[in-house]
């Protein structure tokens, strides 16, 4: 699988790169914890660093490895796992949504002889385009909640409570976006025979997605299902410095008002972005999925050596 | 105080002042949003199965229940007499709580009480229990087509389908949570 997976991008003409796992700015995103390490801490991803390459003027970049988040162990997420990120600068999100049902089919191909992949018994074909939706259009269809992404927490509550979905005891918009997402989105795009890319994410939801044009409601991001499992998470990336340090900062605001740990800011990424990060696209996936996608493995732990625990 | 990472099967939490059991769980986490454990937890008082999300950073009480192990002594009424092997001290317990599988409970049978608050709210029995066979019709030679069973009388006074070959006498292993003969043990 793998040489199979070095062979897809090489064929394209992408630069394999290896950043460090120990960094002293682990990745902001509220829902992630980091593990420290030595003088830093374990990387979450290697987006920071390969992001500072992009900058630095290479342009299409990948690098297959480990990355580290503490608590996450179920059957799809291991605190220690394998990740795929790849980025093309000068280039949009979509070529990113090709490059990705490409390498799935290229993979399962090389792998199995033919384009499929297996979920629960069920076999799914990956090749040709896959079934594309907003997420608007996904929860507006599967939960009947309308979703904008400038609403208030409050009329997002209001909505999801219409619909019938009890948010049970979250109060942040993300919180109250997901348990309608996770409670009825879900199981919907896992009942699809078909692979789907889930674009234009709510702006709460950006992270490092740049807004849409004409829709600043929404952010230049999609995640790929297969089989109802996240296989990746893709962005247009932010390139303004300015906007990158507000989110940032609200990143660890919420973090303050939640009690989670306060990570620094990564200013050499700041730096890298002021002085010109060229218009990217780049993905993360999600390589022991893949490894149980082309497998038709049911748990995480069925396509490592030794999971957690174990070791 | 337990979180969501000490969520483990079996686990006896409080949830709205009624002690319930840990029966499954399951760790999510949506792409970029806050991880949770769908759990499902058994009402330790009535049976009934809820499903919740706790969210990371949730708490959960812990439920004030023990379980100690108690040798059943002997039927009063409509209640069952246990006493703890090294307090002996005695405890009355609903025969209803220990439902169709109170006929298989012989004298000293070593059971687990559950206390919830210092009160007995579940027992539970051995997985199989060995017994005597008092009163058993004879086999009929010849009639063995498919799975025929008859039924005989164990010495606690339960009936149990069980094979044809089976006779006064014979001790036979039967599973409590099923009420089914299991097999054979020994002929007298």
Known sequence: MMAALREFFASRDFVEVDTPLVVPAPGLEVHLAAIPAGNGFLITSPEYQMKRLLAGGMERIYQVCK??????????????????????AWDDLETVARDTEQLVAHVATAVNGRPQVKVGGRTIAVDGPWLRMTVAEAMYDHAGVLV?????????????????????????????????????????????????????????????????HGNPAVVERFEAYVGGIELANAFGELTDPIEQRARFEDDLGVRRARRLPQYPIDEKLLAALAEGLPPSAGIALGVDRLAMLVLGAASIRDVLAFASGEV | MYDTSDIRKGLKVLLDGNPYTVVEFQFIKPGKGAAFTRTRFKNLLSGAVIERNIRSGEKLEPANVEERTMQYLYKEADDLVFMDDKSFEQVQVRAEMIGEAADLMKDNLPCTVL?????????????????????????????????????????????????LFINIGDMIKIDTRTHEYVERVNKK
């Open chain 2, 115 to 163: 206390f919830f608050n210092e009160r007995p709210v579940d027992v539970s029995l051995p997985t199989f229990v060995l017994l005597e066979v008092t009163a058993a019709e004879p086999g009929v030679r010849g009639d063995t087509s498919g799975n025929v069973t008859k039924s005989a009388t164990v010495e606690t006074g339960g009936t149990v389908a069980v094979p």
């Open chain 1, 148 to 212: 904008r992404g400038d609403e208030t927490v409050a009329e997002l509550d209001a909505a999801v409570r219409a619909a019938g979905i009890d948010p049970g005891t979250a109060t942040h918009w993300d919180d109250v976006f997901f348990s309608a997402f996770v409670a009825r989105v879900e199981p919907a795009l896992a009942a699809i025979d078909r692979p789907v890319l889930l674009a234009d994410w709510p702006a709460p939801l950006a992270a490092l997605a740049r807004r849409k």
């Open chain 1, 67 to 88: 990355c580290f988040r503490a608590g996450e162990d179920g059957a799809h997420h291991q605190p220690e796992f394998t990740m795929l990120e790849w980025y093309r």
